[in-house]
């Protein structure tokens, strides 16, 4: 709370561009096993801020990660500027439960829904089209956000 306080005083409203890129609540657990010399790896413990930041589980399933992204996207407005826009990378798991949570904290002000394509390795045993795209959804604060057309 005290990071949130010390951000909003500084920044409200003077954020043009914001673009964060949230777990994908993917139940992953992020935690590593550190080499150290040949032969010795030692487990590396997360400290409480990498817990928050870098653990993609969420005890309470997915209401609580929404309750979480509901949170920052919150915050990420009121840092925004009245011009300022702000774009969250997200995949399959997430894009429709951002989309309805953005829809509620950014008032319905949807810019865009980009399509960002990656290779794909081709599997012979696949049962499925492979996912080959993440989503980049885009809202803006209001409708005096800034454009500039991108030519290359």
Not at 30 to 38: C, N, R, W, Y
Not at 65 to 75: A, K, N, P
Not at 112 to 134: C, E, G, L, M
């Amino acid at each position: 709370k005290r990071a949130r306080a010390s951000l909003g005083a500084e920044l409200k409203g003077k954020t043009d561009l914001t673009y964060i890129d949230p777990p994908f609540d993917v139940g992953a657990d992020f935690t590593m096993d550190v080499p150290i010399g040949e032969e010795d790896t030692i487990s590396k413990d997360q400290s409480a801020m990498e817990m928050v930041a870098y653990r993609d589980m969420w005890g309470k399933g997915t209401d609580s990660y929404l309750y979480m992204i509901y949170e920052r996207l919150t915050l990420a407005r009121q840092l925004l500027a009245d011009t300022g826009a702000i774009y969250i990378h997200c995949d399959w798991r997430v894009n429709f439960l951002l989309r309805s949570v953005l829809d509620e904290a950014f008032a319905g002000m949807f810019l865009n829904d980009i399509v960002w394509s990656y290779f794909a390795f081709k599997r012979k045993t696949a049962k499925k089209f492979p996912q080959k795209h993440d989503t980049i959804l885009s809202y803006s604060k209001s409708d005096s956000h800034k454009w500039h057309t991108q030519f290359t």
